[in-house]
């Protein structure tokens, strides 16, 4: 197994694991070393009261694919620390597309950059997590 193929089977593993990502329609459009591509279709219930996608829903897609990039490895990993900075908004019905890019890596700590689009390209967010690895295998080989 190549490092691409167990960082897909890394993150196939942790969605089918997660309550949130399966509930909220997550799907996994590509996953390799270093890199992954979500996408999440906007429904009624991800909305805030101005009827645009809740930023904690834009945070948690985000949050996921980098989730998926600093566990790719397969050595588990956990946030240390995440921002977010709006840019856009996007509606009910509209499809969210983020792409997570490992850009370091030292030691046990890394940095992924993720930016959420709408599939038409529109600018949403962009994401930058801190990563630190904490020990162990997230799925055995």
């Known amino acids: 197994m190549d490092s691409d193929q167990l960082a897909s089977r890394v993150a ?13 329609g997550i799907l996994i459009e590509e996953a390799r070393a270093g ?8 429904r009624d219930d991800m909305l805030n ?7 904690g829903m834009v945070f948690a897609l985000a949050d996921t694919a980098f989730a998926y990039v600093c566990n790719g490895r397969n050595q588990r990993s956990v946030a240390a620390q995440a921002s977010i900075i709006f840019l856009g908004s996007a509606e009910a019905g509209e499809t969210l597309v983020a792409e997570g890019q490992e850009t370091a890596m030292t030691g046990r700590s890394g940095v992924t950059r993720v930016s959420v689009k709408t599939s038409g390209g529109r600018a ?6 801190y990563s630190r690895a904490i020990g162990g295998a997230v799925v055995e080989i």
Do not use: K, N, Q, V
């Not at 969605?15 to 949130?20: P, V």
């Not at 890199?35 to 906007?42: H, K, P, T, V």
């Not at 009261?49 to 930023?55: E, L, P, Q, R």
């Open 49 to 55: 009261g101005h009827h645009i996608a809740h930023g």
């Open 35 to 42: 890199y992954c591509r979500l996408s999440m279709e906007l």
């Open 12 to 24: 196939d593993a942790m969605l089918s694991a997660e309550g949130t990502g399966p509930a909220w």
């Open 124 to 129: 949403i967010a962009e994401f930058t997590g």
